[in-house]
């Protein structure tokens, strides 16, 4: 490697740790940043809350709150306003999780293969009748809301977005590895 080179990949490195998140690592692979559930929660859409409307009923679901609970997969809780012609108009919430990758062209993280943890009303009779049927018709609304609006963005015009190498949820850490 050039001087030229070596300088540069060094300036971006240091203005990576002066800028950005925590530092996890250095090494051959390049820095580790971990991003923590607050600025996931910080970084969340300004596009919620969404409404959804069906030929029986209309579904709004308010702004995630984002966390790492498990191994591989980041999770969030929705509240959510439910009206149908047939019941009253019901509040709940939504617990899901999902695979993040990082998408070059967006330069942000989405979540892929969602999946739901749990489904709760404040009417637990409504909760009973309507819960498996829901959940099916929910299924393909919040996969595609999770697919279109990243849980974390990365300026596009920045230098950070293009040297992207990694991401990976690691001890309940999201850890986004940038490199050459």
């Known amino acids: 490697m050039n001087i030229k080179k070596i300088s540069s ?7 990576l740790v002066l800028f950005t998140g925590c530092v996890k ?13 607050d600025e996931l929660n910080t970084s969340a859409s300004s596009k919620f809350p969404i409404e959804k409307s069906f030929v029986v009923a209309n579904v709004e679901i308010g702004k995630p ?16 306003a439910l009206n149908t012609i047939f019941l009253p108009k019901t509040k709940g919430s939504i617990e899901i999780s999902g695979e ?10 989405f979540l892929k293969h969602v999946e739901f943890e749990k489904l709760d009303f404040s009417n637990k009779e409504i909760s009973k009748l309507i ?5 099916s018709s929910l299924k393909p609304i919040v996969d595609e809301i999770f ?12 230098f950070k977005g293009s040297f992207v190498k990694n991401i990976q949820v690691e001890n309940k850490e999201l850890l986004v590895t940038f490199g050459l």
């Open 9 to 15: 990949t060094l300036l971006i490195l240091i203005s």
């Open 25 to 37: 690592s250095l090494n051959t692979d390049g820095l580790t940043l971990k991003i923590d559930a």
């Open 65 to 80: 709150n984002i966390y790492i609970k498990k191994e591989n997969k980041i999770s969030a809780s929705l509240n959510m």
């Open 100 to 109: 993040p990758y990082f998408d070059k062209k967006e330069s942000a993280i």
């Open 131 to 135: 819960n498996t049927t829901l959940l």
């Open 147 to 158: 697919k279109t609006i990243p849980i974390y963005k990365i300026e596009k015009d920045s």
